[in-house]
């Protein structure tokens, strides 16, 4: 059964860089089949797609955070990570990596999520 | 950038009420679209993908139909543990996607 897991600190200060990581377990992160992707749900509110990356290494952005975010994948270690850079506290939220299908998008295997809050 | 506008925002009904939600892309999706259930505190769930196509191990009496900008999704006979928010998912611009607002789903 595949499994997502992010990881990473739960409080950035604002103006500095969130980084967090998915490992993927129970599944190659290697396969052509799927992008690997990050989405975000600020307290209260609805799902946003932040960007996905290919295990090729090619990275798709949301052109809202483009300017902001790096996407990475290690295959080594079977990880994906999320940069966002200059965060302020509207990039509270839970932040969720996901498996997309490259037939037709649908995310069908989700991280549990992690809260991030953006606080001096 | 495709807008999708989902609607009702929010939903009252009674167990055994066919409940219908919908959602509007901005442009042709062709069949782009998927719909997911998020239950508070939890992940989103996929439960069609591909406009009308039911996830493995996903209850019958939910379903999907559309193509093109416009696009429906249906329980048949609701029952008390679909309390939920859904959201409809667009993948046109490969491979970006949009979310729909989001439909809370509340019982009566």
């Known amino acids: 059964q595949l499994q997502l897991q992010e990881s990473g600190p739960g409080l950035v200060k604002p103006s500095e860089t969130l980084s967090l990581t998915c490992t993927v377990s129970g599944g190659s992160i290697s396969s052509s089949s799927y992008y690997w992707g990050w989405i975000r749900q600020p307290p209260g509110k609805g799902l946003e797609w932040i960007g996905s990356?290919?295990?090729?290494?090619?990275?798709y952005y949301n052109p809202s955070l483009k300017s902001r975010v790096t996407i990475s994948v290690d295959t080594s270690k079977n990880q994906f990570s999320l940069k966002l850079s200059s965060v302020t506290a509207a990039d509270t939220a839970v932040y969720y990596c996901a498996r997309i299908m490259i037939t037709f998008g649908e995310a069908d295997y989700w991280g549990q999520g992690t809260l991030v809050t953006v606080s001096s | 950038d495709i807008q999708m506008t989902q609607s009702p925002s929010s939903l009252s009904a009674s167990v055994g009420d066919r409940v219908t939600i919908t959602c509007q892309a901005s442009?042709?999706?062709?069949?782009?679209l998927n719909w997911y259930q998020q239950k508070p505190g939890k992940a989103p769930k996929l439960l069609i993908y591909d406009a009308s196509n039911l996830e493995t191990g996903v209850p019958s009496r939910f379903s999907g139909s559309g193509s093109g900008t416009d696009f429906t999704f249906t329980i048949s006979s609701l029952q008390p543990e679909d309390i939920a928010t859904y959201y409809c998912q667009q993948y046109d611009n490969l491979p970006s996607y949009t979310f729909g607002q989001g439909t809370k789903l509340e019982i009566k």
């Open positions: 990356i290919y295990y090729s290494g090619s990275t």
């Open positions: 442009q042709d999706i062709s069949n782009y």
